[in-house]
């Protein structure tokens, strides 16, 4: 038997800490979150993406009365990010949420699902990016994606 550790790398800030690009990632991201469609869990979630071309992609959590049918912040931004500028890799990911009771949240780590979204947008461009978990009070930054999902699915299981 071989009795391995996974440990993931990460940095914590508070808000006012953050490097500007940081701070104007994650307020889109914010700023994402109050367009979300979440009449079910009264939960808002906002991504924001920074290509590296500059542009910046946002998205938002939309929700189903059919659950499985809605789609993560996550997701709808990278997939978005994929159909708009498909050569364009992906700089940094900023995640943030309002709660039920219309408070930005604490930091928040994304799904399985997207995290396995963000393992193939890294095969993709064949580099991982930094993800921020941003909350009120402390913004953990995650400085490769692919540390979110350590024992991923990807072309090589196939």
């Given at each position: 038997?071989?009795?391995?550790?996974?440990?993931?790398?990460?940095?914590?800030?508070?808000?006012?800490?953050?490097?500007?690009?940081?701070?104007?990632?994650?307020?889109?991201?914010?700023?994402?979150?109050?367009?979300?469609?979440?009449?079910?869990?009264?939960?808002?979630?906002?991504?924001?993406?920074?290509?590296?071309?500059?542009?910046?992609?946002?998205?938002?959590?939309?929700?189903?009365?059919?659950?499985?049918?809605?789609?993560?912040?996550?997701?709808?931004?990278?997939?978005?990010?994929?159909a708009?500028?498909?050569?364009?890799?992906?700089?940094?990911?900023?995640?943030?949420?309002y709660?039920?009771?219309?408070t930005?949240?604490?930091?928040i780590?994304?799904?399985?699902?997207?995290?396995?979204?963000?393992?193939?947008?890294?095969?993709?461009?064949?580099?991982?990016?930094?993800?921020?978990?941003?909350?009120?009070?402390?913004?953990?930054?995650?400085?490769d994606?692919?540390?979110?999902?350590?024992?991923?699915?990807?072309?090589?299981?196939?």
């Amino acid at each position: 038997m071989i009795e391995q550790n996974i440990t993931i790398q990460t940095q914590s800030f508070k808000p006012e800490e953050l490097e500007p690009n940081d701070a104007d990632l994650v307020n889109r991201a914010l700023e994402a979150a109050k367009h979300a469609y979440a009449p079910y869990s009264h939960f808002s979630v906002g991504a924001a993406v920074l290509l590296k071309s500059g542009e910046v992609v946002i998205g938002s959590n939309q929700e189903n009365a059919a659950y499985p049918s809605g789609l993560c912040a996550e997701r709808t931004a990278l997939f978005y990010a994929g159909a708009r500028y498909p050569d364009d890799p992906v700089e940094l990911l900023a995640i943030a949420a309002y709660g039920m009771d219309g408070t930005q949240t604490e930091a928040i780590s994304p799904c399985g699902g997207c995290r396995q979204v963000m393992i193939e947008v890294a095969t993709r461009f064949g580099e991982g990016f930094p993800v921020l978990l941003a909350g009120k009070n402390k913004v953990t930054k995650v400085p490769d994606c692919r540390a979110l999902l350590p024992l991923q699915f990807d072309e090589s299981s196939l």
